[in-house]
Every structure is written in structure tokens, then in C-alpha cells.
């Protein structure tokens, strides 16, 4: 038996059918979203505020950590983009490239000296992850998920991927909209770190007398975090137990 294929199959999918299901999304996730955007804006600011600050210094290491910086939020950015029109396994793989960057980042803010190497593209970034471990150690964790079950032809290949609008009760909306947030967070946390001394109000880091850094989360990051996990937490205990 012959198929016959459809007119515009590929732009139908990415732009007419795309619209309805990111309008589904957009009215079911409304308030989930506001916490993306709350997140996302204040790491921009920052952002921001600390490329200024470096030029103005001239600090080419950390003029360097913002363009990687802002490279990883645009992973991100497509990783969201992604989901909300309808990819349930495509947004992982962003998301793991955002983590690769942020690794990088903390590499680099703390063996400044190896700049010179990532420049010449003789750094290897999977090798970064034990500088970033040691600073955040879920780290580790995170990152072996997204390479395991989606970077690498994992469990979530063996089932096709669905491609229609998002339902309430949708296990797979909710976990990924929970892993898009704990890397959103994560990212948050590593541009406070280069860029403290641009933050008005510090959100996870302190100083030490010996000029090291101590996570330290501010209450409102504390509330922050206690909002975010409430939310999340039975669907990713659901999905982690199918």
C-alpha cells in the first residue's frame, strides 16, 4: 500500500498545529510560566549589569563568561520554545547543552588561567563537570539525567513521542516544565556567582574572608525554592517511578 504524502506536512506541524497547541499551553500553565519569567528576568538583569561592569573594568574573563552565559539562557530559551509547542523530548537536549555552558562558565571562573585554551577551542567542556561538581554538587546528577535519557538514545526513544496538545493530567508536561525551571535555577545560581559583585541583592552566594564563596540562599530564595519543589514534586516523583 502507497502514501501519498501531504502538502506541507512540515510546515503545518511547526507553524498551524504549533499555535493551537502553545495556546493549550499557555492557558494551562499560566502561573507556572510566571515563575519562568521571574527567574528569567532576573538572571537578564544580572546578565546585563555585569557585562557593564566588566567592560568598564576590562575584565576579559568575565567580558568572556557573559557571552557564554547569555548563550546558554538562548539553549534554554529553545528548550522552552520547544515544549510549549508541543515536543515533550526535544527540550532536553537544549537543556543539556544549556548545562554544558554553565559548566563551562564556573570552569572558567575558577581556573581563569584556561581561558586561553576554551579561545583556541582546545577545552573540552564534558571535561568542566568536576570543576562545576565541586562548587554545585548537583551538578553531577543533572547532567548525567539529560545525557543518559535524552542527550545519548536512551528509555524515553523507545516510546514515540506524542505531538498533540497537553492534557491536565499530562505527566510528561509537568516534569519537563520541573526540569526546565531546576536549570533555570541552577542558572541563576552560576551568573550570580561570576557576577556578584553586580548584584544589588544577592540571592545564593557570600563572600568568605579567604576569598572563597559559600552558597548561602537568601529568604526569598529559600520561599523561591519551597514554591518551585511544591509545585513539581508529585509529577516528578511520577515520572521518575514509571
Given at each position: 500500500?502507497?502514501?501519498?504524502?501531504?502538502?506541507?506536512?512540515?510546515?503545518n506541524r511547526v507553524e498551524?498545529?504549533?499555535?493551537?497547541?502553545?495556546?493549550?499551553?499557555?492557558?494551562?500553565?499560566?502561573?507556572?510560566?510566571?515563575?519562568?519569567?521571574?527567574?528569567?528576568?532576573s538572571i537578564s538583569v544580572?546578565?546585563?549589569?555585569?557585562?557593564?561592569?566588566?567592560?568598564?573594568?576590562?575584565?576579559?574573563?568575565?567580558?568572556?563568561?557573559?557571552?557564554?552565559?547569555?548563550?546558554?539562557?538562548?539553549?534554554?530559551?529553545?528548550?522552552?520554545?520547544?515544549?510549549?509547542?508541543?515536543?515533550?523530548?526535544?527540550?532536553?537536549?537544549?537543556?543539556?547543552?544549556?548545562?554544558?555552558?554553565?559548566?563551562?562558565?564556573?570552569?572558567?571562573?575558577?581556573?581563569?588561567?584556561?581561558?586561553?585554551?576554551?579561545?583556541?577551542?582546545?577545552?573540552?567542556?564534558?571535561?568542566?563537570?568536576?570543576?562545576?561538581?565541586?562548587?554545585?554538587?548537583?551538578?553531577?546528577?543533572?547532567?548525567?539525567?539529560?545525557?543518559?535519557?535524552?542527550?545519548?538514545?536512551?528509555?524515553?526513544?523507545?516510546?514515540?513521542?506524542?505531538?498533540?496538545?497537553?492534557?491536565?493530567?499530562?505527566?510528561?508536561?509537568?516534569?519537563?516544565?520541573?526540569?526546565?525551571?531546576?536549570?533555570?535555577?541552577?542558572?541563576?545560581?552560576?551568573?550570580?556567582?561570576?557576577?556578584?559583585?553586580?548584584?544589588?541583592?544577592?540571592?545564593?552566594?557570600k563572600r568568605m574572608a579567604?576569598?572563597?564563596?559559600?552558597?548561602?540562599?537568601?529568604?526569598?530564595?529559600?520561599?523561591?525554592?519551597?514554591?518551585?519543589?511544591?509545585?513539581?514534586?508529585?509529577?516528578?516523583?511520577?515520572?521518575?517511578?514509571?
Amino acid at each position: 500500500m502507497l502514501y501519498a504524502p501531504a502538502p506541507n506536512m512540515l510546515m503545518n506541524r511547526v507553524e498551524r498545529e504549533a499555535r493551537v497547541i502553545a495556546n493549550g499551553f499557555d492557558e494551562m500553565c499560566r502561573e507556572h510560566v510566571a515563575d519562568l519569567e521571574k527567574l528569567y528576568g532576573s538572571i537578564s538583569v544580572l546578565l546585563l549589569a555585569g557585562s557593564k561592569n566588566a567592560e568598564n573594568e576590562n575584565d576579559h574573563v568575565r567580558i568572556v563568561l557573559f557571552r557564554v552565559l547569555s548563550n546558554a539562557l538562548k539553549s534554554f530559551t529553545a528548550a522552552f520554545s520547544l515544549l510549549r509547542t508541543g515536543w515533550r523530548l526535544q527540550p532536553y537536549q537544549c537543556m543539556r547543552n544549556c548545562m554544558e555552558a554553565l559548566s563551562v562558565t564556573l570552569h572558567l571562573a575558577i581556573h581563569p588561567d584556561e581561558l586561553e585554551k576554551f579561545e583556541k577551542d582546545e577545552l573540552i567542556s564534558t571535561k568542566t563537570f568536576k570543576s562545576a561538581k565541586e562548587l554545585m554538587p548537583q551538578f553531577g546528577s543533572v547532567y548525567g539525567t539529560l545525557s543518559t535519557d535524552f542527550a545519548h538514545i536512551g528509555r524515553p526513544f523507545r516510546f514515540v513521542q506524542k505531538g498533540i496538545a497537553y492534557t491536565q493530567d499530562e505527566s510528561d508536561l509537568w516534569y519537563c516544565l520541573g526540569a526546565l525551571v531546576s536549570i533555570l535555577w541552577l542558572t541563576y545560581q552560576v551568573t550570580e556567582l561570576v557576577f556578584l559583585d553586580s548584584a544589588e541583592e544577592p540571592q545564593f552566594w557570600k563572600r568568605m574572608a579567604d576569598r572563597g564563596y559559600r552558597m548561602d540562599l537568601s529568604e526569598k530564595a529559600k520561599a523561591w525554592q519551597t514554591k518551585i519543589a511544591s509545585r513539581y514534586k508529585e509529577f516528578m516523583r511520577e515520572a521518575q517511578a514509571n
